[in-house]
């Protein structure tokens, strides 16, 4: 929950100094993380989609 908070802070208030901290901060490790699930989910996907030839993976790319 607090990370919630500090993202909807960050993203509502201007970016003063201290705002502009804290999201740095909370940015560093999921960005990084966000762009593993990513490439994860898209190696994946596109296993899966050569395994079975399924409209739905097809529908969601």
Same mark, same amino acid.
């Given at each position: @929950?607090?990370?919630?908070? @500090? !993202?909807?802070?960050?993203?509502? %208030?201007?970016?003063?100094?201290?705002?502009?901290?804290? %999201?740095?901060?909370?940015?560093? /490790?999921? /960005?990084?993380?966000? +762009?593993?699930?990513?490439? @994860?989910?898209?190696? +994946?996907?596109?296993?899966? !989609? $050569? #395994? $079975?030839?399924?409209?739905?993976? #097809?529908? #969601? #790319?």
């Amino acid at each position: @929950m607090e990370w919630c908070k @500090m !993202q909807t802070k960050g993203l509502v %208030l201007p970016l003063t100094k201290e705002t502009y901290l804290n %999201l740095e901060v909370f940015l560093q /490790i999921p /960005i990084f993380l966000h +762009i593993l699930l990513f490439v @994860m989910n898209n190696t +994946i996907a596109s296993t899966l !989609q $050569l #395994r $079975l030839q399924s409209p739905f993976f #097809r529908f #969601r #790319r």
